[in-house]
């Protein structure tokens, strides 16, 4: 356990990377045994970002807690979003309308955009291409703008109701949407030319944290980390969950395992989330974005918007029964498990219901969690150079590894 | 379901239910490794999506204290599975499956951490998020939201010491 004082240590020296360091992204610490540059083991130690989401989630309820799933995976905010109420849904049974469905395939598609080009960004970053990251960074810039306009807030969103969105896109939100699908080839085809096949960056990442197929699975991989190493699993395909059946793409998949996989699994995937992003923008169904809105105040589980609260009396009982503390809907009680594609792998959600408005647990499975396990088998025999480049590659965000 | 029938046929003592298209097992602790093998081994759940633990305290009509919930799924067909295993104090131990998937260390450290769940053969049964320090499993229902003021007791390293 306490390598620093480890006298029988057969390597040279113990090297103390975190919990504060450029590289690390966040607060995630590691004890590296060196022995030399090259890097015998790995010991990570997490824990330094834990907030107690769980507990909190067993005394917020199914609406407030938004805005904790908002903060786990606080670079694609709306993936998670999606991915808690798309749960507390499953365990009330509700089928959202086809509009509310819609735009939250959008919202999700581009957060998982915006994740990749940060992930991608940083990746460069940490391998020393420092012009890559700004090239990836002013697209995530403009994603902002887009939530702004959807719902107000550009970094932690809560756009997600039970039952529902909270508001509508606005048609100046839906361009601004046209807009970006317009302008991001351009800005990844400058990543790709500026990396792709830049000799430094491929010698870097090429051949460094392999990842076979069978370890993908045995030690629980999601996402592109899986798909980079040849596990064809897409939540999106594979268990379509809200519309995704309805759009055309392609599940992208790798066979080398390593870091360069990654990188490109990753860069495919935003070319597929801008097809469906596209697609779904094209073809938005008309209607209301909540349940409350196909049948008036008929479920009661979605709040009603506030005209209907304003102006008539069923919306201000119902309004009231909702937000009062003592009040809210019936659950039933049961158990759920809910895990929707989130930019990173899966993202599931085990929700206890006890009849009441809170969930009696509120387990989060986040990728970061597995992938991050990992870690020390994919480093084993590298240089510490390599420690940022397995690091970046795989994603880590340390809010939702400790939650 | 064909696969429940099965299982049910293997070993005694299993109970099925399905909610919302999911199927889960109520197995008891004696058999709940063998189960999780066969599971794996004959009928491809090669994936181990999560494992995490419930505490029953206030739950209403609850006969156990805590249940664990295996969550598996099949990399090939899509399928998945839960699997729940209830324990009781005062020693709370269920077998440890980091022998079939090794992606099962973390999540077990982490029910031990937060439920005190005790892992049997686990290689490396050490808290996860929480520090050594800490005694208390937090995510117990009997544990308050507040805390017990533990933060007000950690050691406290001074530059010269570190």
């Given at each position: 356990m306490d390598l620093a004082h480890d006298e029988r240590q057969p390597y040279q020296w113990t090297l103390n990377f975190g919990p504060q360091h450029p590289a690390t992204h966040t607060t995630l610490r590691l004890v590296l045994k060196l022995d030399g540059e090259r890097v015998v083991d790995a010991m990570p130690d997490i824990g330094y970002l834990h907030s107690g989401f769980e507990k909190l989630g067993e005394h917020l309820d199914y609406n407030q807690y938004v805005t904790v799933a908002d903060r786990m995976n606080y670079v694609s905010p709306m993936a998670n979003n999606v991915a808690w109420h798309m749960a507390v849904e499953?365990?009330?049974?509700?089928e959202t309308p086809p509009r509310c469905q819609s735009l939250r395939v959008i919202v999700a598609e581009l957060s998982r955009i915006s994740d990749h080009l940060l992930c991608l960004g940083a990746m460069g970053l940490d391998t020393g291409a420092f012009t890559h990251f700004i090239y990836a960074?002013?697209?995530?810039?403009?994603?902002?703008?887009?939530?702004?306009?959807?719902?107000?807030?550009?970094?932690?969103?809560?756009?997600?109701?039970?039952?529902?969105?909270?508001?509508d896109a606005s048609p100046k939100a839906i361009e601004m949407i046209r807009d970006f699908l317009k302008r991001l080839p351009k800005a990844l085809r400058d990543m790709e030319r500026l990396l792709n096949r830049n000799r430094i960056f491929v010698e870097r990442t090429k051949g460094v944290g392999v990842l076979s197929k069978a370890e993908a699975i045995d030690r629980g991989c999601s996402?592109?980390?899986?798909?980079?190493?040849?596990?064809?699993?897409?939540?999106?395909?594979d268990e379509p969950y809200l519309n995704y059946r309805d759009f055309d793409f392609d599940v992208c998949c790798a066979e080398g395992g390593d870091c360069y996989a990654r990188y490109l699994v990753r860069l495919a995937e935003i070319r597929e989330s801008m097809k469906i992003v596209r697609q779904a923008i094209e073809n938005l169904p008309p209607g209301p974005v909540n349940v409350m809105g196909t049948v008036p105040f008929a479920s009661r589980v979605s709040l009603p918007d506030k005209k209907a609260v304003e102006t008539t009396i069923e919306g201000l009982i119902t309004h009231f029964e909702l937000v009062m503390s003592n009040r809210g809907f019936e659950t039933p009680r049961e158990e759920v498990y809910f895990a929707t594609e989130a930019p990173n792998g899966e993202l599931g959600f085990y929700i206890v219901g006890d009849g009441s408005q809170r969930a009696y647990r509120a387990r989060c499975r986040g990728p970061s969690f597995f992938h991050f396990a990992l870690f020390p088998h994919l480093i084993r025999g590298h240089t510490i150079g390599d420690v940022v480049a397995v690091l970046g590659s795989l994603n880590v965000i340390a809010a939702e590894l400790d939650r | 379901m064909q696969l429940v029938q099965q299982l049910q046929t293997a070993f005694a003592g299993l109970t099925a239910s399905e909610f919302r298209g999911q199927t889960r097992i109520v197995a008891p602790v004696e058999s709940l490794f063998d189960i999780l093998k066969t599971l794996k081994e004959?009928?491809?759940?090669?994936?181990?999506?999560?494992?995490?633990?419930?505490?029953?305290?206030?739950?209403?009509?609850?006969?156990?204290?805590?249940?664990l919930v295996y969550l598996l799924a099949n990399t090939e067909t899509a399928e998945r599975i839960a699997i729940r295993c209830f324990v009781n104090d005062p020693e709370p131990t269920v077998p440890s499956v980091v022998a079939l998937w090794a992606g099962a260390n973390w999540p077990e450290r982490e029910a031990w951490d937060m439920f005190g769940i005790r892992f049997d053969g686990h290689p490396d049964p050490r808290r996860i998020l929480l520090p050594e320090q800490f005694t208390a499993h937090p995510l117990r229902k009997d544990y308050p939201l507040q805390g017990l003021g533990e933060r007000h007791n950690f050691p406290v390293i001074t530059r010269a010491e570190g």
């Amino acid at each position: 356990m306490d390598l620093a004082h480890d006298e029988r240590q057969p390597y040279q020296w113990t090297l103390n990377f975190g919990p504060q360091h450029p590289a690390t992204h966040t607060t995630l610490r590691l004890v590296l045994k060196l022995d030399g540059e090259r890097v015998v083991d790995a010991m990570p130690d997490i824990g330094y970002l834990h907030s107690g989401f769980e507990k909190l989630g067993e005394h917020l309820d199914y609406n407030q807690y938004v805005t904790v799933a908002d903060r786990m995976n606080y670079v694609s905010p709306m993936a998670n979003n999606v991915a808690w109420h798309m749960a507390v849904e499953k365990l009330l049974g509700i089928e959202t309308p086809p509009r509310c469905q819609s735009l939250r395939v959008i919202v999700a598609e581009l957060s998982r955009i915006s994740d990749h080009l940060l992930c991608l960004g940083a990746m460069g970053l940490d391998t020393g291409a420092f012009t890559h990251f700004i090239y990836a960074f002013n697209p995530r810039e403009r994603i902002y703008d887009i939530f702004e306009a959807l719902c107000g807030a550009r970094f932690t969103n809560s756009y997600t109701r039970v039952g529902g969105l909270m508001y509508d896109a606005s048609p100046k939100a839906i361009e601004m949407i046209r807009d970006f699908l317009k302008r991001l080839p351009k800005a990844l085809r400058d990543m790709e030319r500026l990396l792709n096949r830049n000799r430094i960056f491929v010698e870097r990442t090429k051949g460094v944290g392999v990842l076979s197929k069978a370890e993908a699975i045995d030690r629980g991989c999601s996402g592109p980390v899986a798909r980079a190493s040849g596990v064809a699993r897409d939540l999106r395909k594979d268990e379509p969950y809200l519309n995704y059946r309805d759009f055309d793409f392609d599940v992208c998949c790798a066979e080398g395992g390593d870091c360069y996989a990654r990188y490109l699994v990753r860069l495919a995937e935003i070319r597929e989330s801008m097809k469906i992003v596209r697609q779904a923008i094209e073809n938005l169904p008309p209607g209301p974005v909540n349940v409350m809105g196909t049948v008036p105040f008929a479920s009661r589980v979605s709040l009603p918007d506030k005209k209907a609260v304003e102006t008539t009396i069923e919306g201000l009982i119902t309004h009231f029964e909702l937000v009062m503390s003592n009040r809210g809907f019936e659950t039933p009680r049961e158990e759920v498990y809910f895990a929707t594609e989130a930019p990173n792998g899966e993202l599931g959600f085990y929700i206890v219901g006890d009849g009441s408005q809170r969930a009696y647990r509120a387990r989060c499975r986040g990728p970061s969690f597995f992938h991050f396990a990992l870690f020390p088998h994919l480093i084993r025999g590298h240089t510490i150079g390599d420690v940022v480049a397995v690091l970046g590659s795989l994603n880590v965000i340390a809010a939702e590894l400790d939650r | 379901m064909q696969l429940v029938q099965q299982l049910q046929t293997a070993f005694a003592g299993l109970t099925a239910s399905e909610f919302r298209g999911q199927t889960r097992i109520v197995a008891p602790v004696e058999s709940l490794f063998d189960i999780l093998k066969t599971l794996k081994e004959k009928h491809g759940f090669d994936l181990l999506v999560d494992i995490t633990c419930v505490d029953y305290l206030d739950y209403p009509d609850a006969k156990d204290r805590f249940g664990l919930v295996y969550l598996l799924a099949n990399t090939e067909t899509a399928e998945r599975i839960a699997i729940r295993c209830f324990v009781n104090d005062p020693e709370p131990t269920v077998p440890s499956v980091v022998a079939l998937w090794a992606g099962a260390n973390w999540p077990e450290r982490e029910a031990w951490d937060m439920f005190g769940i005790r892992f049997d053969g686990h290689p490396d049964p050490r808290r996860i998020l929480l520090p050594e320090q800490f005694t208390a499993h937090p995510l117990r229902k009997d544990y308050p939201l507040q805390g017990l003021g533990e933060r007000h007791n950690f050691p406290v390293i001074t530059r010269a010491e570190g």
